[in-house]
Structures are given as C-alpha cells and as structure tokens.
C-alpha cells in the first residue's frame, strides 16, 4: 500500500468533517448565513425566535457530528448517521424550499455527491485500507 493513500483518507475525511463544521458553526451557530434559518423557519413553520434557536441546536449537533468523523469512533454508524442526516435534509428543502438554497433544485445533486463520497470513505475505501477503528 502507498504511503499516499492513507493520507488521502485522512484528508478526505478531514473535509467531510470540515463541512459539518463550516455548516454547523459558521452558518447555524454564528448564523452568518441567515438563510438557514429562514428554511427551518419556513419548513418547520415556526416563528423567528424559535427557528433561529432551533437552527443554533441544528449546528451544535453538526459541530458535535464533525468531532464523532475526527474521533473515528464507531466510523460506518458515524456515515450512516451522515448519510440519513444529509439525505432527510435535502429532500424537506428540495420539496418545502427550494427557493432558500443557494443553488435552488440543484442542491440535491451537491448533497448526493456528498453521501457517496461518505459512503465511499467509510464502506470502500476504509475497507480497502483494512483500518481498524473502535
């Protein structure tokens, strides 16, 4: 095996990580992009207040998601937590507001693009390496 692939795991998994903390930080605890809110607003039909302390939760949980991929902690239930996370997501938002995000319809493909490569790292790739994780 080269010394490269691991590497390349790792990397890869660091930006799957790094999205759920980019995602759960910045834009739904930090809300510097009020969008977020606006589309649990809209799909959950709540009032502002509310939405906005509920999409503050949403990234809280995604902050805590991005430390369970670092810690590699029980990994392939760790991407199915993601994959049925990303996948419930973007069908409410694809079918409640697509208007809200940032590539409209579009999003879809970005999120399934995603699961597969959750997938493929965890079930495939990871398997391929033969790593071991608790």
């Excluded at 809300?31 to 589309?39: D, E, G, N």
């Excluded at 799909?43 to 809280?60: C, H, N, P, R, W």
Aim: charged share 10%.
């Amino acid at each position: 095996m080269s010394v490269s692939v691991p590497y390349t795991y790792r990397l890869t998994t660091i930006i799957i990580a790094s999205v759920w903390l980019i995602n759960g930080l910045f834009c739904k605890v930090l809300q510097l992009v009020p969008r977020h809110s606006q589309i649990v607003q809209e799909i959950l039909q709540l009032d502002y207040v509310t939405a906005s302390a509920l999409t503050t939760f949403i990234g809280v949980l995604e902050i805590i998601m991005f430390i369970w991929i670092i810690s590699s902690y029980r990994s392939k239930l760790n991407a199915v937590a993601q994959i049925i996370s990303v996948a419930t997501m973007n069908i409410l938002e694809f079918l409640f507001v697509p208007e809200l995000l940032l590539w409209g319809r579009l999003n879809a493909l970005f999120a399934a693009v995603f699961i597969v490569l959750v997938y493929y790292t965890e079930f495939i790739w990871h398997k391929k390496l033969k790593l071991t994780t608790p």
